[in-house]
């Protein structure tokens, strides 16, 4: 594979162009959504109040909520990077927010939609529109966490607009589950909910994260597929890319890195990651991880999706092993933001369960990794003796 240059980066945000299409080259999905509720075709959950306006790519106005949120839980994050979930329930609670972590979500599909092609669109649209009429069952409003449902809900989104005979056949599944034909206003990320809400992380920062360099992986799903729901920001990189997760560095106050490989995907591909893990964990490493180090050097990269952070994180082993030059700790910007804000590296964040080696980082974080794997041991120890039967929020912030 052919090295990159410096002088192969791409062009810094003042010598490039803000161009912003007009009229948007999209449909406004939301004005179609409504106007299927006023023939009653469908019911759309609102966002509720409060919530913050940003732009999408093409201009519009997109509405994130803050709080009566219910989280759409990632499996990947569940099984793989449980810090992932806890940091952003951990970030909900410290800003006293009302929230719901369900217990009878179902997994999106999406993997088999995307892997394996072996579903049909009426059963990925009523496990969709499933979730989300329990979403308005319990009287919340959905929010995100999987980058992959993310983007799967998004063309779920489009099909039953466009497909009257879907709106049929998935309105039929779920009268038999005794639950409406109902779709979010917005499809909302938790990644956005973390962008909107990054100044007033910023207030409650304890910890001085000025050191650290930071390379940014923006997720395909997010920012790639059904490009005009995507967060953008004119301020940041003239708007050429999104908004998401760099804002958050830049707000930190971490020096936000550059390298030329960003647009590329991190490696797990969906399909690749199943069939051909060798070329996923191959191109996480040397298209991703290596050019980092080459042109940027940084403490640490951060990403906002499940797939992203495991294959950027758990490929490097791998690589490693045949004298790659890899070592780069990987996180969500979530766990970057909890630890901002004071959370535990390990009874919150949890990032025992990364590959990488995180000790460095830890410390120029000026988090004393001793005395905090020391703290996390001592409530393992209590769980062990049955003195509690698991961590709950208290013991995690004691």
């Known amino acids: 594979m052919p090295t990159t240059t410096a002088s192969s980066l791409p062009l810094k945000a003042e010598d490039r162009k803000f161009e912003r299409n007009s009229p948007p080259p999209t449909e406004d999905y939301r004005e179609q959504l409504f106007e299927l509720e006023a023939k009653g075709e469908i019911e759309i959950i609102r966002v509720p109040e409060p919530y913050i306006e940003v732009e999408t790519k093409y201009g519009r106005k997109k509405k994130i909520p803050l709080e009566h949120t219910w989280h759409h839980k990632s499996c990947g994050q569940c099984g793989h990077i449980p810090g992932y979930s806890t940091a952003i329930f951990w970030l909900n609670r410290q800003f006293g927010f009302d929230y719901h972590d369900p217990r009878d979500q179902t997994s999106c599909t999406a993997w088999n939609y995307y892997a394996s092609a072996t579903s049909n669109p009426a059963a990925q649209a009523a496990v969709a529109v499933r979730n989300f009429a329990q979403a308005q069952i319990d009287g919340y409003f959905p929010v995100i966490h999987c980058g ?90 003239n708007g050429q890319r999104t908004a998401i997760v760099s804002g958050l560095v830049k707000t930190i106050g971490s020096k936000l890195a550059d390298y030329s490989t960003w647009h590329d995907c991190c490696g797990f591909g969906f399909r690749h990651i199943l069939v051909s893990r060798d070329f996923s964990r191959s191109f996480a490493t040397m298209r991703k991880i290596e050019v980092m180090i080459e042109e940027a050097n940084p403490d640490l990269t951060l990403t906002h999706d499940t797939g992203c952070v495991t294959t950027l994180d758990q490929s490097q082993f791998a690589a490693k092993a045949h004298g790659k030059k890899v070592g780069i700790p990987v996180m969500s910007d979530a766990q970057y933001a909890a630890l901002a804000m004071g959370a535990h590296p390990f009874k919150v964040c949890q990032l025992h369960w990364h590959n990488m080696e995180i000790r460095t980082i830890l410390e120029k974080m000026g988090i004393d990794y001793d005395k905090a794997w020391s703290e996390f041991e001592h409530q393992v120890d209590r769980i062990k003796s049955g003195e509690i039967d698991y961590l709950s929020w208290e013991d995690a912030d004691a």
């Open 148 to 237: 992959t449902s993310y983007g799967h809900y998004k063309e779920v989104r489009a099909e039953l607009i466009y497909s009257a005979e879907l709106r049929k056949q998935v309105r039929a599944v779920l009268a038999r589950l005794g639950k409406k034909l109902v779709f979010p206003e917005e499809i909302v990320h938790y990644s956005e909910w973390v962008h909107v809400m990054r100044h007033e992380i910023k207030k409650r920062q304890t910890r001085d994260f000025s050191n650290l360099t930071i390379t940014v992986h923006p997720a395909c799903h997010y920012h790639k597929l059904v490009v005009e729901d995507a967060i953008y920001d004119k301020d940041l990189y």
